[in-house]
């Protein structure tokens, strides 16, 4: 058994997958920071300088001071985040289907296979030349 997972792990699959996981989270980071740092701050200055980060709907106001006995947090909806991971979802599949759209372009379609003989519409003409003789 433990020979059977180890060629399982070592087959080229599992790895390209590890990498692709690994990529995924860098590629995460990239594209939040991108939305966060560069495309928000620049719809929020086109939509009145609003920061979609902190916009939100106050359910229950924070009670006390923070670190302090008693102290009870805000409970608020936090649509404005929701906003930014929307925005994200919606750049990230873009440019999936530019790297999708991009290798489909690149893969070579696979050669035709090589005829091994005759085709059956050859065969038959074959036959009825034979019987008009």
Do not use: C, Q, S
């Not at 989270?25 to 300088?49: K, Q, R, S, T």
């Amino acid at each position: 058994m433990l020979k059977e997972f180890k060629n399982f792990i070592m087959t080229g699959n599992v790895i390209e997958f590890a990498v692709a996981v690994i990529m995924a989270g860098a590629v995460g980071l990239v594209v939040n920071g991108f939305v966060n740092d560069i495309v928000m701050p620049i719809v929020g200055h086109f939509a009145g300088g609003v920061d979609f980060a902190n916009l939100k709907v106050i359910l229950t106001e924070a009670v006390g001071t923070e670190g302090g006995e008693g102290f009870v947090a805000e409970n608020a909806i936090r649509y404005g985040a929701w906003i930014n991971t929307l925005v994200n979802l919606l750049i990230v599949g873009f440019v999936m289907f530019l790297i999708v759209k991009a290798y489909n372009k690149v893969k070579t379609p696979p050669a035709p296979p090589a005829p091994t003989g005759p085709t059956a519409e050859e065969l038959l003409a074959e036959i009825r030349d034979a019987l008009k003789k």
